[in-house]
């Protein structure tokens, strides 16, 4: 069941949100997003969060528990939101990314989130 989802992590870190600038494709570079990604075939969603952020960012993390919902995204697709801390590294923006931002509560929305990400950031606050 895991076709068209695309998993993506609301990473904590002393009370910061971690955001990320897609770099690509054309229509969403520029956008910032909850680092993740597309679940493979047989993937379980939170391995394929765990190797998402590990290609893209190189860090080990500790996935935590599931934010409630999932919001439509393009193609069919529907994202799902964990909250996650970071177990080791530092996160870099090495794929997909030309930037990364730890935001504060009182910046979490100084950046201009792709429009799913935006139930997804704010139901990623709302959880205790
Ligand atoms: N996506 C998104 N918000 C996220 C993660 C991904 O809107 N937090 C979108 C961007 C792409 C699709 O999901 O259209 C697949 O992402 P990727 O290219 O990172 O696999």
Redesign the pocket.
């Known amino acids: 069941m895991n076709e068209r989802i695309?998993v993506?992590a609301a990473l904590f870190d002393e009370g910061r949100l971690l955001a990320a600038r897609r770099s690509a494709p054309p229509e969403?570079a520029g956008g910032w997003?909850?680092?993740?990604?597309?679940v493979e075939p047989g993937e379980r969603c939170e391995d394929a969060l765990a190797r998402e952020l590990r290609e893209e960012l190189g860090v080990e993390v500790e996935i935590l528990e599931r934010v409630p919902g999932q919001w439509p995204?393009?193609k069919g697709?529907a994202?799902r939101v964990w909250k996650a801390r970071l177990r080791s590294g530092v996160p870099e923006p090495l794929q997909?990314h030309d930037e990364l931002r730890w935001l504060a509560p009182d910046q979490i929305w100084s950046v201009e989130w792709?429009a799913?990400?935006v139930p997804?950031v704010t139901a990623a606050l709302e959880q205790p």
């Open positions: 695309v993506g969403l997003e909850l680092p993740g990604g597309k995204l393009a697709y994202l997909d792709l799913a990400d997804a």
